[in-house]
Each structure stands twice: as C-alpha cells, then as structure tokens.
C-alpha cells in the first residue's frame, strides 16, 4: 500500500455509541493530521501530531480523542458525539524540519451521527 | 492568525476556455502555499506548491499558479479547461514554523464546466 488509508471510509453511528476512525501513512513521514471537513465550513485542523507528540488540539471537544502510537498511526477516537459532527473527517501526512514536504490526504471517512 | 480567502464560491466556464481561481493571503512571514483539487467524495489531491524561489509555479494537469508578495496572492490558472477539471479547488497557507506545518484552507471553489 502507498500514501495515506483511511477506514472506514464510511461510518454510521449512534450518540451513545463508541468508535475509532484509523489512519496509516506509508511515507515515512513524521507528522500526522486530523481535519474536519463539515458542508458549511472550511477545512478545520482538529489534531496535530508531530514527531508522534501532540502539538495542538484546536479546540476540539472532549467527545474526539486523538491517538497516535507511532508515527505511521493515528486514531480519532469518537463517544458520545452529536448529529453536527456528522462530517468528512480527514487524514494528512507531511514531513516537517530539514525538508519540507506538503501535506499527502487520505481519502477521509463520512461520518454520519443519527 | 493566518487566513485564506477564495472569494469567488462557484465558477462556470466552458470547456476550453482559460480559467483564473483567486486565492489571497494572510501570513505574518513568507508563506507556505499549496492549491489543492477535490472530487465529491474524494479526499484532497496537490495540484502545486510554493515553498520558495520561483514565484511562477508549475503543477499537475496543466495548471500553474503565481505568487505575488505584494498583493498577498496565489491565484491558481488553466489555460484551457477540460470537463474532467469539474470538482472542488481549495487554496491553503502552510505554517512555517517548525514542528506543526498545519494548513489553513479556503473555503473552496467549486469549478463546473460547461460543454
């Protein structure tokens, strides 16, 4: 496999439910990214991961737990949400430090929260 | 706080015709700057970037995209635009500074073409 996966790609779910979104990068990068991508809003930054330390959270509610056991992983974590969570959320890879590179996007998981 | 405006929200063009996506800018230093496309359903694809030097730069499918320092600009361009171009552009500003490099995205053009 190359580049970014994401699974699901698609996910249903109640709000008394629990589940994980997972993410692999195969680029051997060393920074990962959440982002939300809701209809009526830009593209939010939710999680930053950098050298497999969280740098930001964003302001994002308790309710989406982020994970990241190494650098090639990451989990969101989602309990307890509400149907305005129901959104794209995406996953990046990049490289940071000596040489950049630009960001590389899973193909995201539609959530819908019911 | 960085920003990024794409003010025109929808553009239709006809097939073949050239095609200009304005995207500004706001940045306390130089800037990082991508454009990137989307399908419906899709994740995002890098169509260019802008990390330093030529401030003309040349990405995937034809397009390019300029650089403009004093009008704190990246407008992304095609000369001729093929139906396949149909979906969602979103320029984005790249955070320099060491250990984040997180994006700060537009909110998007969405491009239909015409036959």
């Known amino acids: 496999e190359t580049g970014v996966t994401q699974t699901p790609r698609h996910l249903v779910m109640g709000m008394t439910n629990k589940k994980s979104l997972k993410c692999e990068q195969h680029l051997g990068h060393n920074a990962m990214y959440w982002y939300k991508q809701s209809a009526k809003k830009p593209l939010e930054l939710m999680f930053v991961?950098?050298?497999?330390?969280?740098?930001e959270n964003n302001s994002v509610p308790s309710r989406f737990s982020p994970e990241c056991p190494n650098s090639s992983h990451l989990f969101l974590h989602l309990h307890t949400l509400q149907p305005e969570d129901s959104a794209l959320y995406l996953c990046?890879?990049?490289?940071?430090?000596?040489?950049?590179?630009?960001?590389?996007f899973g193909q995201g998981t539609r959530l819908t929260v019911v | 706080a960085q920003s990024v405006t794409q003010p025109d929200i929808h553009i239709t063009v006809s097939e073949g015709a050239s095609l200009e996506l304005r995207c500004n800018y706001s940045?306390?230093?130089?800037?990082?700057l991508f454009w990137y496309v989307q399908s419906p359903g899709q994740g995002l694809q890098l169509l260019l970037k802008?990390?330093?030097?030529?401030?003309l730069v040349q990405g995937i499918k034809g397009f390019e995209a300029e650089f403009k320092r004093s009008q704190s600009s990246f407008n992304l361009r095609k000369p001729s635009v093929h139906w396949s171009d149909a979906a969602e552009y979103f320029c984005?500003?790249?955070?320099?500074?060491?250990?984040?490099?997180?994006?700060?995205f537009g909110s998007g053009t969405r491009l239909q073409v015409q036959p």
């Open positions: 984005a500003v790249g955070d320099t500074d060491t250990g984040r490099r997180a994006l700060t």
């Open positions: 802008y990390f330093s030097g030529d401030t």
């Open positions: 990046a890879s990049s490289q940071v430090g000596v040489r950049d590179t630009e960001a590389f």
């Open positions: 940045y306390g230093a130089t800037p990082y």
């Open positions: 991961y950098s050298l497999e330390e969280r740098v």
